[in-house]
């Protein structure tokens, strides 16, 4: 398999797991930036440390055009990243949303309707940009 066949495969893992604010553990769960990480990080493409915000993670990867299987999406509100998923193909994207800072617990999330969920992103407002961590 190659890295972005696995990050695919581990992005899939997660889907309907609940959100958590912070969160950057199978385990205890994920937030946005977190599950993002995880995916990376478990196909290689991520060191142990750095700074992996979702800012971070756009600045570290080339940016490209037109997303892909496997290229990061990026959201923002005033001109801040606030948000990262991963493309399925260049219209779904695999990510935790729907939760916030207050979404701390399971009962949280099932209040919030906060999980891994996969979405067409295109029709959604705010996006940033788009970057290949695989090239």
């Excluded at 890295?3 to 992005?11: F, G, H, Q, S, W």
Aim: net charge negative; glycine share 14%; with cysteine.
């Amino acid at each position: 398999m190659t890295p972005r066949e696995i990050a695919l495969k581990v992005a899939w893992s997660y889907l309907g797991k609940p959100y958590l604010w912070g969160g950057d553990d199978p385990m205890a769960g994920f937030d946005c930036g977190g599950f993002v990480i995880e995916c990376l990080k478990s196909a290689g493409r991520l060191p142990r440390s750095g700074d992996w915000t979702a800012n971070g993670l756009y600045e570290k990867f080339k940016v490209v055009q037109i997303p892909y299987e496997g290229c990061l999406v990026f959201w923002e509100n005033g001109g801040r990243i606030i948000h990262v998923e991963i493309c399925m193909d260049d219209i779904f994207a695999i990510g935790f949303s729907g939760g916030g800072s207050d979404t701390l617990t399971m009962e949280d999330a099932i209040k919030a309707n906060a999980y891994c969920k996969i979405r067409p992103f295109k029709s959604r407002a705010g996006i940033y940009g788009f970057v290949d961590p695989f090239l």
